[in-house]
């Protein structure tokens, strides 16, 4: 049997099955508890766990994700929450230079099982300083697990993964996606970090997406469809460890492929796919890979230009087209 829940509500059954599990996880943030987190994905846990494993913390994400690595070193699994990963700007030296790299500079001596969860990216007109897409800043450091799921089955069951992960995980949030229903099997246990899933079968243009971007680019394949033209679409789900073996085999089958995430155009998850396929399934490429990103500007709070500066599906279905040379992006 499958329930239709929203995201946040896979998120917060994924950390309550967790916790009842193993006692030394516990949740720790800004509003967790009392205010039941910014986006209600914690709600009622405070009431059924207490103050001693649902923790309110100061305005300090330096300090408080440093008591979580800290907590991790002598054996606790704690989930931090970050109000927005904008927020995680002020805590990223413990994250890139302590728990991403505990267990090298400690000659094996420690691992860092912690979780580093929260919103990212856009939401609606919340200004350039709480619309950055930060997983591409993350993904890039050896050590850490970065993983960013689309629909609420995934949410619940790699966020039950990555709690159990000996390693440091981040988990990314759409902002946008928190009241996003879907079906959610009643026994959906953990799945495996590192596997992207193909959400829909085509034969013409592999359409790479994930988190937000995967709704975006599946709009735009049914776009298409209209038009005559069958697009593939592989949501990454994880990407750092990331799934090359999927992405090349979808390409090996369309020969053409675009790219859809979030992040700047500069760099970024969209460039490491690009870079992956051009090594690994160059022979099979019929067309130049694409990127479709946020523009390169610090997010407008305007609403229309905020709609302007994310990808939407009219221009991944620009691109899918210049890949297959009937039109111009």
């Known amino acids: 049997m499958a329930r239709n829940i929203r995201f946040r ?10 916790m009842e599990r193993d006692d030394r996880v516990f949740l720790m943030g800004e509003e967790v508890g009392h205010y039941q987190g910014a986006y209600k994905v914690s709600e009622g846990m405070l009431d059924k766990f207490g103050d001693k494993r649902v923790i309110d913390t100061p305005i300090a994400e330096g300090g408080f994700a440093g ?26 030296d413990q994250i890139l230079n302590n728990a991403a790299k505990l267990r090298q500079m400690s000659g094996g001596q420690f691992n860092c099982p912690i979780v580093f969860r929260g919103p990212n990216a856009s939401a609606k007109q919340v200004g350039s300083q709480h619309s950055h897409a930060m997983e591409h800043f993350y993904a890039t450091i ?47 246990d953990a799945i495996a970090l590192g596997k992207a899933n193909v959400v829909r079968q085509g034969k013409d243009v592999t359409l790479v997406a994930y988190s937000r971007m995967t709704h ?25 460890p990331l799934d090359e073996d999927t992405i090349v085999d979808s390409v090996e089958k369309t020969h053409r ?10 760099g970024g998850v969209g460039a490491e796919v690009a870079d992956r396929i051009q090594r690994l399934a160059f022979d099979s490429l019929d067309a130049p890979v694409l990127r479709v990103a ?36």
Not at 9 to 18: G, S, T
Not at 148 to 160: T, V
Not at 302 to 320: S, T
Request: charged residues 25%.
């Open 216 to 240: 975006v680019a599946m709009d735009a394949a049914a776009a298409l469809e209209k038009e005559g033209i069958s697009a593939e679409v592989v949501d990454l789900r994880s990407l750092r």
């Open 67 to 92: 008591i979580g690595i800290g907590a991790a070193m002598v054996g606790l699994r704690p989930i931090v929450e970050f109000m927005t990963w904008n927020f995680s700007a002020v805590a990223f």
């Open 257 to 266: 492929c675009v790219v859809v995430h979030e992040g700047f155009p500069y």
């Open 142 to 188: 050896p050590g850490l697990k970065v993983i960013a799921p689309a629909y609420p089955a995934d949410a619940k069951g790699l966020m039950k993964a990555a709690i159990r992960d000996d390693n440091p995980v981040l988990v990314m949030e759409s902002e946008t996606l928190y009241s996003v229903k879907g079906d959610v099997p009643d026994d959906q």
């Open 9 to 18: 509500e896979a998120l917060r059954e994924a950390m309550i099955e967790e």
């Open 294 to 329: 946020t523009l390169d500007v610090g997010m407008p709070y305007n609403a229309k230009l905020e709609q302007h500066c994310i990808p939407q599906p009219d221009r991944v279905i620009a691109a899918a087209k210049r890949v297959l040379y009937r039109g111009q992006a």
